[in-house]
């Protein structure tokens, strides 16, 4: 069997202060390559901090998290900001686009960042992945000339750009129409299809579907008895 | 172009009228450090010049800096002792051996002097009378260390060699004694005889103490007047490069033992104010700088507030912490150049109106330029300040977009 592609053991996040909360408690999971799994719960189970934290954007209390087989705990700001750049594409509930770029521009940005490329192979990647996730004929509008759908494609297309090992997705559709929440659910399907690994967090049983394996989280904990309503 | 400074770029363009203004303040802010100093150093420039040009570099006294060491105190040192009965040697005041001490300090590089006798006396016309401080001069020696021959109006240095009683005086003491050119006048000194002495020349310096007061006449003759033959009682000197001249008096003092002052010493009291005056010149336009970084910190922190939503989205990307901060820097670092560079414009604009106003000061008939410093070092200092002000104004609210948490805004925003 294959390395995981990410590997959580007893992950915890806990919010000190004069009433400590525990967002995510003793969280044990692996993630495959290729797989496209759901996290699901109600609202305020943790879902979400759960996110962040296997995308790097949160420190956990305690525990342990191995990415491609490193263990990220050890990892100051800036190698955190590394393997999140090389590693990893975020997908947001709202698109979060730079509202004073185009969308090509939108796309290129972790690249750029990156500079594994030169300019012109940058920007030729990025209208690849525009094709083909429907939107090259936008390539040059401004993100307000676009439909919300358009816009999440657009934050999909810009996760996609450094081919990261792992895609994470919190609630990509939580803000879309049922035909665009559609696409989006496609794409993710697609991509891993293709050997994209993606993990998204939704609490929309119908996009779950599209999943091969569901998390369900309540309470910060892992709940296999869980059903959506 | 480097991603940090095209998202940069991209902050200011979309807040035109808040980067305009923050533009304005530091353009006006620069323009008007350099009309300032430009004028204040302009002026202090003039004011030394005048300084240098019509005051000696040196001038050796017939003093000594210290009191020679009395016999008695070397012998016994330290010691109490009383000597009845004892007189002070009568000796004729002046430098002893001048033409040989006049020829040491001639043999020094870029040297030029002149021996003067000076002293007081009093001068009588028509029942009037007027204290007067007389130098004794060799005209062909003082025209090459004084400014007087440039401020004659009538007559010449020269006439006093050909005018063994000639007398040269301010056109303050003609107007007041209703003299003119060729008018005898008697002239005293204490414990000597009334002489008479012919106007040859006439100056006017346009300091009104100075025309009433000062006299010369040749050096012979002022030696007879005061009773000093064969004696001077300082030398005037003048240098090539005047800002030597604290080195070359310490040389002459060392060399001929008698007192010199440089003009640095001699006007150590007006110099110590030049620097007080640059110092609040300084203080008060770098404070329109230090002002107009404030628009520069209020638009940058207006940034950081409207764009915590993209500084999460970028560092969830991979940007580092330094990589955000610098995105902020580097807006008040291209807000610091352009607003430098258009302030460079303006305010050399600025001088050169400056330098064309004409002014009339009240009892003078030349018109008057306001004195400009075109120097480069003002534009340097002024661009220095102005970057770092933009620079540290914008630090403090890049410092504190680079210290976001993406997790507390993507929590807020969902």
Redesign the interface.
């Known amino acids: 069997m294959n390395a995981p592609v990410l590997r959580a053991e007893q992950l915890t996040r806990r919010l000190e202060g004069d009433v400590p909360v525990t967002l995510v408690d003793g969280v044990s999971l692996e993630i495959q390559r290729g797989e496209f799994i759901c996290i699901m719960g109600p609202s305020g189970s943790g879902k979400?901090s759960l996110l962040?934290l296997l995308?790097l954007?949160?420190s956990p209390s305690s525990g342990h998290l191995w990415l491609d087989g490193e263990d990220t705990i050890r990892c100051d700001?800036?190698q955190l900001?590394?393997?999140?750049?090389?590693k990893?594409g975020?997908v947001?509930?709202?698109h979060?686009l730079?509202?004073?770029?185009s969308v090509l521009h939108n796309v290129t940005?972790?690249m750029?960042?990156?500079g594994r490329h030169k300019p012109e192979q940058i920007e030729a990647h990025a209208l690849q992945l525009l094709e083909k996730l429907g939107l090259a004929e936008h390539a040059h509008k401004m993100p307000s000339q676009l439909s919300g759908g358009q816009r999440q494609r657009v934050a999909v297309a810009?996760a996609l750009g450094n081919d990261p090992l792992l895609i994470l997705a919190?609630?990509p559709t939580g803000n879309l129409d049922s035909a665009a929440t559609q696409n989006v659910q496609q794409i993710l399907r697609g991509l891993a299809d293709a050997g994209q690994t993606v993990v998204a967090v939704t609490h929309d049983a119908h996009f779950a579907r599209a999943a091969d394996r569901r998390i369900a989280i309540v309470d910060g904990r892992i709940d296999n008895n869980w059903q959506p309503a | 172009m480097p991603i940090q400074l095209d998202i940069a770029l991209s902050h200011l363009l979309h807040r035109r009228r808040a980067t305009l203004v923050s533009l304005l303040g530091v353009t006006l802010g620069v323009a008007f450090f350099l009309a300032v100093s430009s004028l204040m150093r302009g002026s202090e420039r003039d004011f030394l010049q005048r300084l240098v040009d019509n005051s000696p570099h040196i001038t050796v006294y017939d003093q000594y800096r210290k009191p020679h060491v009395q016999p008695a105190e070397l012998r016994w040192p330290g010691a109490a002792v009383a000597i009845s009965n004892v007189k002070p040697q009568v000796e004729t005041r002046g430098i002893r051996s001048y033409r040989d001490k006049l020829d040491t300090i001639e043999a020094l590089p870029g040297v030029r002097i002149a021996p003067v006798l000076t002293g007081s006396a009093v001068l009588t016309f028509a029942g009037q009378l007027q204290g007067v401080n007389l130098s004794g001069v060799v005209p062909a020696r003082m025209k090459t260390v004084s400014t007087i021959e440039d401020k004659m109006v009538q007559g010449s240095l020269d006439d006093l060699a050909s005018t063994p009683n000639g007398l040269i005086i301010g056109q303050g003491l003609v107007d007041k004694f209703q003299l003119r050119l060729g008018s005898t006048v008697s002239m005293i000194s204490a414990g000597s005889e009334a002489r008479i002495m012919k106007v040859v020349g006439i100056f006017r310096t346009g300091n009104a103490a100075y025309d009433e007061s000062e006299a010369f006449t040749l050096l012979k003759r002022a030696q007879a007047i005061l009773e000093r033959p064969n004696r001077v009682n300082r030398f005037i000197i003048q240098l090539q490069d005047p800002h030597a001249a604290r080195e070359v008096a310490a040389d002459i003092e060392r060399s001929i033992g008698y007192k010199s002052v440089s003009w640095l010493e001699a006007s150590e009291d007006i110099l110590s104010l030049l620097l007080v005056r640059n110092i609040i010149m300084y203080s008060v336009v770098a404070a329109i700088l230090v002002v107009a970084s404030f628009g520069i910190y209020n638009t940058i922190s207006t940034i950081v507030i409207e764009k915590q939503r993209d500084i999460a989205i970028l560092k969830s990307m991979g940007f580092r912490t330094r990589d955000i901060r610098r995105i902020f820097v580097l807006q008040g670092l291209i807000t610091g150049a352009m607003g430098s560079s258009s302030g460079l414009l303006l305010g050399y604009g600025l001088m050169h109106v400056l330098a064309a106003v004409e002014l009339r000061p009240p009892g003078v008939s030349d018109v008057v330029h306001m004195p400009i410093w075109w120097g480069p070092e003002q534009y340097l200092i002024a661009v220095a300040f102005a970057m770092a002000s933009c620079v540290g104004a914008a630090y403090l609210p890049a410092s504190k977009a680079g210290q976001l948490k993406p997790v507390d805004t993507l929590r807020g925003a969902a």
Request: proline share 3%; aromatic share 20%; glycine share 4%.
């Open positions: 979400s962040y995308g954007l949160d700001d800036d900001a590394a393997l999140r750049l090389a990893l975020f947001f509930q709202f979060f730079l509202s004073e770029f940005l972790p750029r960042r990156l810009r919190d609630e």
